[in-house]
């Protein structure tokens, strides 16, 4: 069965510090995997992906998470956290198979603190 | 490429009504897709088109709600005899092919309060 779990439901951190927002998924198969981030009354933005290449991404803004297989993880992470990356932010899996297959997990709020 | 538009951006409307959402994606994107996000929570898949033929639904979309992509360019979502538990962001997003690493692109979403 496929599913995702985002481990921090709100994390908090000061500007200019590291970021970490946690995601572990589950997958019949070789997943997609995605981050995207939502600012108030703003549509999701989609931040990278992983589609079996590298299995460390890099996407806008500074931001880049690792595939592990062995530990059925995709964290996001960003060596400097700026003010404007306050938002909610969502992993999601998708599987390349029949049928459509593409979950959302239930989002991280992000604080960052002046 | 103007991205995925969505219309109208909020709708109040009270119990037992029928409501319509429009959803244009970009241009010349095949795939198209609904979403459901009620607060706290990440959206929810309700169905989706490719072009003008809608593959798949949900087990949340119930019969109230019907979905058309007649030209299969932009789509509408009807919900009839409207509830309070359908208060909720419809989202609409779309995607070039519809593969499972296509990038899906999102609107804005209408955001629906049942009173």
């Known amino acids: 069965a496929q599913s995702v779990t985002q481990l921090d439901s709100h994390v908090s951190v000061s500007e200019g510090t590291p970021v970490l927002l946690r995601c572990n998924y589950s997958s019949s198969y070789s997943p997609s995997l995605f981050w995207y981030v939502q600012h108030p009354n703003k549509g999701l933005q989609l931040l990278l992906k992983y589609t079996s290449a590298a299995t460390l991404v890099k996407g806008i803004n500074g931001f880049e998470a690792e595939f592990k297989k062995s530990e059925t993880s995709f964290h996001l992470t960003k060596p400097s956290a700026h003010m404007s990356d306050a938002a909610e932010y969502f992993c999601v899996v998708s599987e390349n198979t029949g049928g459509f297959k593409t979950i959302f997990g239930a989002g991280t709020r992000l604080f960052v603190k002046a | 490429d103007t991205g995925v538009s969505q219309d109208p951006r909020h709708k109040i409307t009270k119990r037992g009504q029928n409501v319509t959402f429009r959803c244009d994606p970009i241009s010349e994107h095949n795939r198209l897709y609904w979403y459901r996000q009620t607060l706290g929570q990440g959206p929810e898949f309700l169905t989706y088109?490719?072009?003008?033929?809608?593959?798949?639904k949900s087990r949340l979309l119930s019969d109230r709600f019907s979905a058309e992509r007649p030209k299969g360019s932009f789509s509408t979502l009807e919900i009839q005899r409207t509830e309070q538990g359908d208060s909720a962001m419809y989202l609409c997003a779309s995607s070039p092919t519809g593969g499972g690493t296509d990038t899906q692109y999102f609107g804005p979403g209408t955001r629906l309060t049942v009173l």
């Open positions: 088109f490719q072009n003008e033929a809608q593959l798949e």
